[in-house]
């Protein structure tokens, strides 16, 4: 990772605070978020089963970008684990234009 200006944010930290921001703004009960920090939990290990992150902020990044879209998808009406899972696991799978 490049040296950082001063006063300069990670990357990662911006992406976090944004995650942050998003997650302030919904109301869930006890039980609800815990079953949506299962689902990230159980998404990142999937995404990084065969091909770990190389650093602590691609880690980051990772979950960050996995909760977005498992927030995302919860506020279309998405309350299935399995389902939010697929989701978010898909949203970072390579498309098409990416491979060779």
Do not use: C, W
Not at 24 to 47: I, K, M, T, W
Request: overall charge negative; aromatic content about 4%; charged content about 30%.
């Amino acid at each position: 990772m490049a040296a950082l200006a001063d006063g300069e944010t990670p990357p990662f930290r911006v992406e976090e605070a944004a995650l942050i921001s998003s997650i302030n703004h919904h109301v869930v009960d006890p039980d609800r978020l815990a079953l949506l920090y299962r689902v990230l939990d159980d998404s990142f290990e999937e995404v990084t089963a065969t091909r770990p992150p190389s650093d602590p902020g691609m880690e980051m990044d990772i979950r960050v970008r996995l909760a977005q879209e498992i927030l995302e998808a919860f506020d279309r009406g998405v309350v299935d684990p399995e389902r939010l899972k697929r989701i978010a696991v898909r949203s970072l799978a390579p498309k098409p234009d990416d491979i060779g």
